[in-house]
């Protein structure tokens, strides 16, 4: 079923790297006006959120490599 188990092994690390960055915090102010990409915010009105950055990027990582640790059976 998986093609490169390393692959898939960075994935799950990746994944979870995410979303361990996206848990929110109890004393964590609201974010009012904020450009939000899939429910994570890239932008508020201080500026960039890096963190929501490095979230967003590490998510599309984390995709590109369990894409790559499939199969491609057709």
Sequence with gaps: MFK??????L???FFFASIALN?????????????ILLNIPIKTLNG?????????LLLIASLY?????????L
């Design 4 to 9: 490169n188990k390393t692959f898939l092994y």
């Design 11 to 13: 994935f799950i690390i």
């Design 23 to 35: 848990i929110p915090f109890p004393n964590k102010t609201l974010y009012r006006e904020t450009v």
């Design 48 to 56: 960039l959120n890096y963190v929501g950055i490095t979230s967003f």
């Design 65 to 73: 490599f369990l894409v790559k640790s499939l199969n491609k059976d």
